[in-house]
């Protein structure tokens, strides 16, 4: 799938605050609209409301710390992009709450800070897409896909992360990757067909940003379900939970004190599971 990444110069039209303490408020109906918002300072806050139509696009841009985004968007092939602390200073804490319901709606949120960061990304509907990336301490990220097929979620975070993706239809896709920091905690639920979640959880071999105190959890109900867990680091935990048809599970841990239980049930996997702590 292809990302969309926030331009600055596509940013500048539209909506612009600046200063302290900036309120902006859209309110849009019918088919191909566009919002975009740009606040720069502190204490910013953005709503936006894009109901009754498709084809819309939302565009929310703030620079400073204590930013909040709310973007609310009914239709179908609807597309939110939400940046806090790119490019600009970056003190938090930032939150992010993106609603789409209908078809085909893409929402990515990025955000930059020394935190806490929050972000929430709610999708009902089929073939929806999610990207979240948080770069700072004590971000926090969770995205729901429900009633749907061909969803896809890709959470990147870095330091002091938690994240939770709860997927519920057909041909799911979850990647979450988070890297250094401490107390980072992974989960993961898929219930449907054909789903694949990949959880990295990186630190200490080589110290990069120093991961440790990891924890993942995968449950996937269903048919054809993939796994693969990934964690290097200090106290690193893993439980992966197969029930279904033809289930793989591939669980490595590097470090010491890891504990990792694989668990398959119903119908035997074909393709196995293997599992290496050190």
């Known amino acids: 799938m292809k990302k969309v990444v926030l331009s600055a110069a596509a940013l500048m039209i539209g909506v612009i605050g600046f200063a302290q303490n900036n309120e902006s408020t859209v309110d849009q109906n019918g088919n191909a609209q566009e919002s975009t918002v740009y606040q720069n300072g502190r204490n ?3 709503n936006v409301d894009q109901l009754g139509g498709d084809g819309n696009n939302s565009y929310v841009m703030q620079h400073g710390g204590g930013s909040t985004s709310t973007v609310l968007q009914d239709g179908s092939g609807n ?6 602390g790119i490019g600009g200073v970056t003190l938090g804490p930032h939150k992010s709450d993106v609603e789409q319901i209908g078809s085909d ?5 990025a955000q930059d800070g020394d935190g806490p960061n929050t972000s ?6 089929s073939e929806h897409q999610s990207y979240v990336e948080q770069t700072g301490s004590l971000a926090f990220s969770s995205v729901d896909q429900l009633g749907g097929d061909r969803n896809y979620s890709d959470v990147y975070q870095t330091g002091s992360s938690s994240s939770y993706v709860d997927q519920i239809g057909n041909d799911n896709d979850s990647y979450v990757t988070q890297r ?5 905690s992974s989960l993961v639920w898929q219930d449907g ?6 959880v990295n959880q990186n630190g200490l071999a080589g110290y990069p940003d120093r991961g440790s105190n990891n924890s993942s959890e995968v449950w996937q109900y269903g048919f054809s379900h993939e796994s693969i867990v990934n964690q290097s680091g200090e106290y690193n935990q893993s439980m992966v939970t197969q029930n279904g048809t033809n289930q793989g599970s591939n669980v490595k841990q590097t470090g010491s004190g890891n504990i990792s239980t694989v668990e398959q049930l119903d119908h035997a996997s074909s393709r196995g ?4 702590t050190n």
């Open 180 to 184: 250094g920091g401490a107390n980072n």
């Open 193 to 198: 067909d054909e789903n694949i979640s990949t």
């Open 79 to 84: 597309e939110s992009d939400v940046a806090q």
């Open 105 to 109: 709606n893409i929402s990515q949120v």
């Open 120 to 125: 929430y990304v709610d999708q009902l509907g």
């Open 44 to 46: 910013q806050t953005s």
């Open 273 to 276: 599971s293997y599992g290496r």
